[in-house]
């Protein structure tokens, strides 16, 4: 006599002899007439007799040789059934493993199995608690011995999203595909047409099938809005695209990123007719890691007094090029995919694998140096955008040099106030273009009589450096001679190489190492 299965249960003999499991076994004479009776414990079931015996009934054999009987019993199984009541979206698993669900589900367990279920809230959803055989907010833990029946209540303010599960992105979602949750909470609906025809019909806002064999958000009124729920997985940078039609101008929409407005607004151009589609698109919208409830806020009616009709939005990965320039010198960045011109404009959104080709552009005065960060060298920056890139732009400013001459037979110095020239002996410098340099000259012997080259007149010569800076500075052996009439009288007083003629006093150059006279006119009374 053998027991098996996963039950527990007992058999005995009449007439006695066998009672197994414990005796198994016994001989007995020829011929003899044994009765076996199956005996299933508590919460088991005896599911049949094998070897000399079958059914489920009591079982009789005359023995006549070696007999080998086999009693199953196999454990009950109970239906645990798990449902979930709320707008909130979770998911509740069990231990041991074999659960796994988010919404109503139901699982055989057999007698005695001890399950625990936890429930987990998704999508900012919250979790109320338990009902049926399980209460309170914690974990439940259940030990089958009959049917066991546990509910699990969530809630979410932005509703759940369609289907239970956030829409990829990036990705395409249809627009009639809004959150669960009805009126004021997962959309709002001012016209209240309610026509979903078919699609959608305990909760809508005014949905029906369009001309491309699918459905449609249509007669979208100014101010009416939808919420979806989306994960951006690890996140970045997005570009959002909407599928409208509309035959009227002047309409547009926003996006609120839980809860926080994108910067910016969808203008939804005009199209031919409700059947004719457009696609149009809003960039650099940054998502982090995760979840996010994206509300599209329909703001704006065109001239035919509707926002639009709406097949479809998609998130598209997108990356951020942003360049910026460095150094002492003075350039322009520009892209051939329209965004950069910097100048102002230094960063821009890009679909993922958008070739954009920058090129730097300097000043006058000034050298491109070279790229760095996502390009290199001094040609043009190709980059492919696979995610945010960064490139900088060095511009440095040219150099040129300043050279001063003196000429004529006095002597003097020349010195400036930036750029190092004192000439004496330091008479050209290299100076950085677009640099203000003031020159100062002053004689030692004899006079200074003036500038020649970039600069002209007595007083300082101011000059910006640019790729021509040649200066002459003149000193003449010469001095002032300075001729006052003095005393009560009058006269004239006359110069000779030198033409003087004062009456009242007088000045003028002459060569150095002349006699200086001063006259003494007296008045006759």
């Known amino acids: 006599?053998?027991?098996?299965?996963?039950?527990?249960?007992?058999?005995?003999?009449?007439?006695?002899?066998?009672?197994?499991?414990?005796?198994?076994?016994?001989?007995?004479?020829?011929?003899?007439?044994?009765?076996?009776?199956?005996?299933?414990?508590?919460?088991?079931?005896?599911?049949?007799?094998?070897?000399?015996?079958?059914?489920?009934?009591?079982?009789?054999?005359?023995?006549?040789?070696?007999?080998?009987?086999?009693?199953?019993?196999?454990?009950?199984?109970?239906?645990?059934?798990?449902?979930?009541?709320?707008?909130?979206?979770?998911?509740?698993?069990?231990?041991?493993?074999?659960i796994d669900c988010r919404a109503n589900c139901t699982k055989l367990l057999d007698h005695g199995t001890v399950v625990t279920l936890t429930a987990t809230p998704l999508y900012g959803s919250t979790f109320v608690g338990w009902g049926g055989d399980c209460s309170g907010t914690g974990v439940c833990t259940l030990t089958l011995s009959?049917?066991?029946?546990?509910?699990?209540?969530?809630?979410?303010?932005?509703?759940?999203?369609?289907?239970?599960?956030?829409?990829?992105?990036?990705?395409?979602?249809?627009?009639?595909?809004?959150?669960?949750?009805?009126?004021?909470?997962a959309f709002a609906d001012y016209d209240y047409r309610y026509h979903s025809n078919g699609y959608r019909q305990q909760e809508v806002i005014d949905i029906n099938q369009n001309s491309l064999g699918g459905w449609s958000l249509i007669s979208v009124v100014e101010n009416e809005w939808a919420k979806y729920t989306v994960d951006a997985g690890s996140g970045g940078v997005f570009g959002f695209q909407a599928r409208v039609a509309n035959p009227g101008l002047g309409a547009s929409l926003y996006l609120l990123v839980d809860g926080v407005r994108?910067?910016?607004?969808?203008?939804?151009?005009?199209?031919?007719?409700?059947?004719?589609?457009?696609?149009?698109?809003?960039?650099?919208?940054?998502?982090?890691?995760?979840?996010?409830?994206?509300?599209?806020?329909?703001?704006?009616?065109?001239?035919?007094?509707?926002?639009?009709?709406?097949?479809?939005?998609?998130?598209?990965?997108?990356g951020t090029l942003t360049a910026s320039k460095v150094g002492d010198g003075t350039g322009a960045i520009s892209s051939d995919v329209s965004g950069i011109t910097c100048g102002n404009d230094c960063s821009e959104s890009y679909d993922g694998g958008t070739v954009v080709t920058l090129t730097a552009t300097p000043?006058?005065?000034?050298?491109?140096?070279?790229?760095s960060g996502g390009c290199s060298g001094?040609?043009?920056?190709?980059?492919?955008?696979?995610?945010?890139?960064?490139?900088?732009?060095?511009?440095?400013?040219?150099t040129y040099a300043l050279n001063v001459t003196k000429t004529g037979d006095g002597a003097g110095i020349v010195t400036s106030d930036v750029g190092g020239i004192s000439c004496g002996s330091?008479?050209?410098?290299?100076?950085?273009?677009g640099t203000t340099v003031t020159l100062t000259a002053t004689a030692n012997t004899g006079t200074f009589t003036g500038w020649g080259g970039a600069c002209s007149g007595t007083g300082t010569c101011v000059i910006v450096i640019d790729d021509r800076n040649e200066v002459t500075a003149?000193?003449?052996?010469?001095?002032?001679?300075?001729?006052?009439?003095?005393?009560?009288?009058?006269?004239?007083?006359?110069?000779n190489p030198q033409s003087i003629v004062c009456g009242s006093g007088g000045f003028l150059h002459i060569p150095s190492k002349r006699y200086i006279t001063r006259f003494r006119f007296m008045a006759l009374v």
């Open 1 to 98: 006599m053998t027991v098996s299965g996963n039950g527990v249960g007992s058999v005995s003999s009449s007439p006695a002899g066998i009672n197994c499991p414990g005796t198994c076994t016994t001989s007995v004479d020829y011929r003899s007439t044994y009765t076996l009776t199956a005996i299933p414990a508590d919460g088991t079931l005896f599911t049949g007799w094998g070897g000399a015996c079958s059914g489920t009934g009591a079982c009789t054999v005359a023995v006549d040789h070696l007999n080998t009987i086999t009693a199953t019993f196999t454990l009950k199984q109970y239906v645990l059934n798990i449902s979930t009541q709320g707008n909130g979206t979770s998911v509740i698993t069990s231990n041991p493993v074999g």
């Open 146 to 185: 009959s049917a066991k029946s546990v509910s699990a209540t969530f809630r979410n303010p932005d509703g759940a999203p369609y289907g239970g599960h956030a829409w990829a992105a990036p990705g395409t979602f249809q627009a009639e595909d809004y959150n669960t949750g009805g009126q004021w909470l």
């Open 262 to 318: 994108v910067p910016g607004s969808l203008s939804i151009p005009k199209t031919a007719n409700w059947s004719s589609y457009e696609t149009v698109s809003l960039s650099g919208i940054e998502l982090s890691a995760g979840h996010h409830i994206i509300t599209i806020v329909f703001s704006k009616k065109s001239s035919s007094g509707f926002v639009g009709e709406f097949d479809w939005f998609r998130f598209v990965s997108q």
């Open 363 to 371: 000043s006058t005065g000034t050298t491109f140096a070279g790229w």
């Open 378 to 398: 001094a040609g043009a920056c190709v980059v492919t955008i696979s995610e945010s890139k960064n490139v900088t732009a060095t511009f440095t400013r040219n």
């Open 426 to 433: 330091t008479c050209s410098e290299m100076v950085a273009f």
């Open 474 to 495: 003149n000193f003449v052996n010469q001095y002032w001679l300075n001729v006052a009439n003095d005393g009560n009288g009058s006269g004239q007083i006359r110069s």
